[in-house]
């Protein structure tokens, strides 16, 4: 089975991007292994708000050949441009990019309802955030409003010298395909 995680930036107060779908607010950090971040990712999962802001800032930040699905309800269902775009159920898709053979790990990028919809679906295996030590008083929350609640591990943590935090939790309640 393969994994699904949930990798993203979060600002202190819990946005993944500001009032504006802005990013810019994320500190770099050399000492940050975005090499290794990547290396083990095949497939990208994404929302349609995700997507319309990676393609408004250039270049994707995954590397060539990763297999990308927009989940969207408004734009029509195709492959092309190096995404497929999918309508159906998000827990459906997920599960059936989870059941496919291989080991390589499938990122939920951003998206904060998606996240709400796969976790709810106990599609999501891990959860890493990293906490960038800012205060954004509004915009996209990590996680949608939702009526249950979710217990996490703790599997890993790091303290970067510019302050980010990563912390990587596993969801124990992972549905096993």
Do not use: C
Not at 151 to 156: E, F, G, I
Request: charged residues 15%; aromatic residues 8%.
């Amino acid at each position: 089975m393969r994994r699904l995680r949930y990798s993203v930036a979060m600002s202190l107060d819990g946005y993944i991007a500001d009032s504006h779908d802005a990013f810019d607010w994320i500190l770099h950090d050399d000492t940050v292994d975005f090499a290794s971040l990547f290396a083990r990712v095949d497939t990208i999962i994404l929302g349609r708000r995700t997507y319309d802001v990676v393609r408004a800032h250039g270049e994707p930040p995954w590397k060539p050949g990763t297999r990308v699905f927009v989940v969207s309800q408004t734009l029509a269902p195709e492959s092309g441009g190096g995404v497929t775009i999918v309508s159906g159920d998000p827990v459906a898709i997920a599960a059936s990019l989870r059941r496919e053979s291989g080991d390589g790990e499938i990122w939920l990028f951003g998206g904060g309802q998606l996240f709400a919809e796969l976790l709810a679906g106990n599609q999501v295996d891990a959860v890493e955030v990293t906490i960038v030590p800012v205060l954004l008083g509004g915009g996209i929350p990590m996680l949608a409003p939702t009526s249950s609640r979710t217990t996490l591990a703790l599997t890993h943590s790091h303290v970067y010298p510019s302050g980010l935090v990563a912390l990587h939790y596993a969801v124990p309640g992972a549905a096993a395909v």
